[in-house]
């Protein structure tokens, strides 16, 4: 692999380029992305030069979508005529099936896997890019075509050389699963930061212990990003709540009641296995 | 104030000690306490030296009562015969009707003052007692009694000598603003983790980000204590349960519907306001 393309140069497109150098890669890096984060992305040394999608698609080994789901969904079929045969495209979407389908209808067959790399930040933009953000991070990669090319074993290798906990499944696993441990938890830290918003009782908002803190961080992210996120995880998401306000209204009907402990330990056990890597 | 008691030498209650001696208090401090946090709380200069209730309640200016809110429920009314007239009491339970109207049961009715320090650690017991742990946090006070003694004044100061922000409310007040900005978002937590605990689906306990770690890091506080919160605020926890459930409700139902962003918004807002500092 001699030429990588980052379209998108955020948060994880720049650190995915900074990664790529501390791990060795002397291939060029390209970025497709705004002036501004091309700038900030050239003096931290996460792309060498900014190229437009037309010479990323005619020359890259690896085109690497780092945008929002709504730019890769709006860069997919742009890439399709201009892209050379030798080229893999890979995106850090957050939600798969949407992305992998849009893939299958614009570009060949074997030239597209899509990624999610779980990692992240409060902050956004290039500037807060870090290479060691997917390092023991889980990265999943869903690939659609059972005869894959070497490129991709490249690719593979890459992410490990990153420090990246590599994991494969199909599209709808990814977001099956990723409903329950990222869309629901951010949906419940919104719905509880909306919640006491809308009380009207005094000192809501000023007598809190740290718990509140951890409890609403996840609502600081941006509105738009998760509007997307929704748009192409609707039917799992609608899953997750349901078994999410299953579990609530058994806790509220045991409450005061010895039972409700026993929810307590399931929680407490999850909540330490997490922490530990034990399987549940 | 020349002689303090602390009740149940664990976190809390070591904490206060420390902070005691790091705004100056030259007084001595007893502890109440099982014989091997009494030795522990010696050794970090927390306590002075271990004594029995009854010599506590006799000889105290100030008892202050820092175990579970069971034990401060069981060990009010055994302070009533023992405990010396100048003597004021409070405690330290997440909770204040219960524990303010056993009080009013059993101890003169100028004798007892409500409290509640919203500070903590994951950690508990007194290794983890810290002089700073009270420092810039909330610290609730529930009088009951409009004639309050001068004793009261001093242990106002002392509160304030050790950093803590004092706001006073009856003790219904305390109990349903609690409900929404602690017991709420415990429940929330443990519900979370308890659903995740009950999917089938492979890989929920691998593939996960930091918003996750968050979300679960209240479901890891021990279960029997959270029984005897929610045992004595169950009305307020019902009521902040059922508001949180509307919103949740309003959530599922505008999934992928562009007003969703509201509820984003009003997260966001309030999310961002707790930490500044800024009213909602």
Aim: charged letters at 25%; a negative charge.
């Amino acid at each position: 692999m001699r030429i990588v393309s980052i379209v998108g140069v955020g948060l994880i497109g720049g650190s995915f380029g900074l990664a790529l150098r501390k791990a060795g890669f002397d291939g060029a890096i390209y970025g497709v992305s705004s002036e501004s984060s091309i700038e900030a992305a050239r003096q931290l040394g996460a792309i060498d030069r900014g190229v437009t999608l037309r010479e990323a698609a005619a020359e890259s080994d690896l085109i690497y979508l780092s945008g929002s789901i709504e730019a890769i969904l709006e860069t997919i079929p742009r890439l399709g005529e201009a892209l050379n045969k030798k080229c893999l495209v890979t995106d850090a979407g957050s939600t798969k099936l949407a992305i992998t389908t849009a893939a299958q209808r614009s570009l060949p067959a074997d030239a597209f896997v899509g990624g999610h790399p779980m990692a992240g930040k409060e902050q956004r933009g290039v500037q807060a890019a870090d290479a060691d953000l997917f390092r023991d991070r889980p990265y999943i990669l869903t690939p659609t075509e059972p005869a894959l090319r070497p490129v991709v074993a490249e690719f593979r290798r890459l992410l490990t050389a990153i420090g990246a906990n590599l994991v494969e499944m199909p599209p709808e696993e990814h977001d099956a699963v990723v409903a329950f441990t990222s869309h629901l938890p951010q949906l419940l830290s919104t719905a509880l930061a909306a919640t006491l918003a809308g009380q009207d009782t005094d000192y809501i908002d000023k007598m809190f212990g740290p718990g509140l803190i951890d409890m609403t961080r996840l609502s600081l992210s941006a509105p738009e990003i998760w509007m997307s996120v929704i748009a192409t995880n609707k039917e799992f998401i609608d899953k997750a709540l349901g078994a999410f306000q299953d579990t609530l209204n058994r806790v509220r009907k045991q409450l005061g009641n010895s039972e409700l402990i026993e929810v307590f330990r399931r929680g407490q056990d999850f909540a330490d296995g997490i922490r530990q890597g034990r399987p549940k």
